[in-house]
T-cell receptor, first 112, second 108 residues
Framework: DGGITQSPKYLFRKEGQNVTLSCEQN?????MYWYRQDPGQGLRLIYY???????QKGDIAEGYSVSREKKESFPLTVTSAQKNPTAFYLC???????????FGPGTRLLVL | RKEVEQDPGPFNVPEGATVAFNCTYS??????FFWYRQDCRKEPKLLMS???SGNEDGRFTAQLNRASQYISLLIRDSKLSDSATYLC?????????FGDGTTLTVKP
């Protein structure tokens, strides 16, 4: 089955710790995205990538980093610089940028 | 002013009712539009694209009004399973902007 997978489903972060969220897709999509969703709010774009080895900051990139070494993978690192990381993190992909986006099941990050 | 605005609701309607949501956008250069559905604690899923000519998929009808810069979603004969949050998405120059969503609760 083609689709987008995210792991883990739940992630706990200690103070001062960096954590990495995984996102993999086998849809052969060029574009991939990371969003953050806080309770009762919409999605805010963290980073996006139009093609392998290239990525751009979104609206709330501070405290986050990404890499795009393979077409299928777009991991997101939440660094210790992100002071309020508790949120629902969603990864998405599309054939090309601004086309229909398909979402993974999300990762809930909680701070201990 | 937000780039994309939706009435957050909640909209509470009885089964069988017809309900409509609007989504306004500020950028007149916006090129493509979508409605997504998001269930509680789940990822958004594409409901339908919105075309200039309007489009219908079963009980759902989406329309675009470029002159007034809004898109709409009409749900006829509401089902209990339609209860969810509906997000509109507006694309312009490769950037997608999501609305905060409108929550619908359909009651027996």
């Amino acid at each position: 089955d083609g689709g987008i997978t995210q792991s883990p489903k739940y992630l706990f972060r200690k103070e001062g710790q960096n954590v990495t969220l995984s996102c993999e897709q086998n849809l052969n999509h060029d574009a991939m995205y990371w969003y953050r969703q806080d309770p009762g709010q919409g999605l805010r774009l963290i980073y996006y990538s139009q093609i392998v080895n290239d990525f751009q900051k979104g609206d709330i990139a501070e405290g986050y980093s990404v890499s795009r070494e393979k077409k299928e993978s777009f991991p997101l690192t939440v660094t210790s610089a992100q002071k309020n990381p508790t949120a629902f993190y969603l990864c998405a992909s599309s054939i090309q940028q601004a086309e229909t986006q398909y979402f993974g099941p999300g990762t809930r990050l909680l701070v201990l | 002013r937000k780039e994309v605005e939706q009435d957050p609701g909640p909209f509470n309607v009885p089964e069988g009712a017809t309900v409509a949501f609007n989504c306004t956008y500020s950028n007149s250069a916006s090129q493509s539009f979508f409605w997504y559905r998001q269930d509680c604690r789940k990822e958004p899923k594409l409901l339908m694209s919105v075309y200039s000519s309007g489009n219908e998929d079963g009980r759902f009808t989406a329309q675009l009004n470029r002159a007034s810069q809004y898109i709409s979603l009409l749900i006829r004969d509401s089902k209990l399973s339609d209860s969810a949050t509906y997000l509109c998405v507006v694309n312009e120059a490769g950037k997608s902007t999501f609305g905060d969503g409108t929550t619908l609760t359909v009651k027996p």
